[in-house]
């Protein structure tokens, strides 16, 4: 569907993308995920055709788009800010590029009105200045006039990063459903790690104009490609020397001169996951309770490890009592020493 080959943006001296390779399948929402200022943005720009790239070239089902003007794109964009005209009606915002595609009033009408019912904006809704809504109910707008015409691609930059925890949570549930029943190929940009394993079909993470990972939710957290992506996604417990040795006293295969890292649902506590799993023994120094889990901070000889515990509601450990770690080898990601791990 997307094909973004060899994609390099330079601003002045500063080279913001190098040498980008993207394919996104039809139909498929495909996340770019990274920290501030690490290309993301600016990849979806050069996809709009917001930004010329100074060399690669953009392929939309095999039609080269890259000098192609952005209107003439057939792409729907949902800007951070949402980007509507907030004295005008939710219809007229909804309505403002059928109007300049020139449609009839008729069709104007139905189009908004059938998209509005599909994203759940009332009549009454449709009649009121966008200032009178509430972000969500924005947001909701923001994304029915970018498919009110109809695009092939909808590209979304950070579209819930101004809503409060809870919405976020409530809407990005509501997009990946409108996404799915849409059927339309989306691109989404966000540095919202649990936001882009939730929505995405596939990421790609993104590293100061580079590409570390393209994968699926699971690969690119339970198999992490490089030493940042393991480090970015999601929580990690470094192994440092002394625990790498405990270790390879019982699974020698596990290589000294590299760096290794588990998650910390990954850490068993009390709980041996086969023969193969190596124990610590420590006490718990902390606990943080968070409802569904548990997360315990456990000093060991070692090394102080921490670990997430699914709570069952019976077992519960106290600080300063002992506990036994396990971790089996097969659940360490281990990089080569000298790559970059995320800040």
């Given at each position: ?20 390779n ?30 010329q ?18 209107e ?41 009105n ?14 009121k ?15 029915a ?7 092939a ?5 950070e ?26 190929t989306?691109?989404?940009?966000t ?65 000294p001169?590299k ?13 041996l ?53 396990s ?17």
């Amino acid at each position: 569907m997307i094909r973004l080959e060899d994609i390099t943006v330079k601003f002045d001296q500063f080279t913001a993308l190098h040498q980008i390779n993207v394919q996104v399948k039809e139909g498929e929402f495909f996340t770019f995920l990274g920290p501030s200022g690490c290309g993301k943005t600016t990849t979806l720009r050069v996809v709009a055709g917001f930004i010329q790239p100074v060399s690669g070239k953009v392929f939309v089902r095999g039609q080269d788009i890259t000098r192609v003007p952005i209107e003439q794109r057939n792409i729907g964009i949902v800007f951070q800010s949402y980007a509507l005209f907030p004295t005008m009606t939710v219809r007229d915002n909804i309505a403002f590029g059928l109007k300049i595609k020139k449609l009839s009033s008729k069709d104007i009408q139905d189009k908004v009105n059938d998209i509005a019912q599909k994203v759940d904006l009332s009549q009454e809704q449709l009649g009121k200045a966008v200032s009178q809504l509430s972000g969500g109910q924005q947001q909701r707008v923001a994304i029915a006039r970018a498919l009110v015409t109809e695009p092939a691609i909808i590209c979304m930059d950070e579209p819930l990063s101004n809503l409060d925890a809870k919405l976020r949570v409530q809407l990005r549930n509501e997009l990946k459903n409108m996404q799915q029943k849409f059927g339309i190929t989306t691109i989404y940009v966000t540095h919202d790690q649990e936001e882009a394993l939730t929505l995405s079909d596939r990421i790609a993470v993104f590293n100061k104009g580079r590409i570390e990972q393209i994968g699926t939710p699971n690969e690119v957290y339970n198999h992490s490609g490089t030493e940042f992506v393991c480090n970015f996604i999601g929580d990690i417990n470094a192994l440092n020397d002394s625990a790498v040795q405990h270790i390879r006293a019982q699974f020698p295969a596990l290589e000294p001169d590299k760096k290794h890292y588990i998650r910390l649902e990954r850490v068993m506590v009390n709980q041996l996951q086969d023969s193969k799993s190596v124990q610590l023994m420590g006490k718990v120094e902390s606990r943080e309770y968070y409802g569904m889990y548990i997360k315990y901070t456990v000093a060991t000889p070692q090394m102080t490890l921490r670990s997430i515990v699914r709570n069952d509601g019976i077992s519960m450990y106290e600080p300063g009592q002992e506990v036994s770690l396990s971790i089996h080898p097969d659940n360490i990601m281990s990089y080569v020493k000298g790559e970059e791990a995320a800040p």
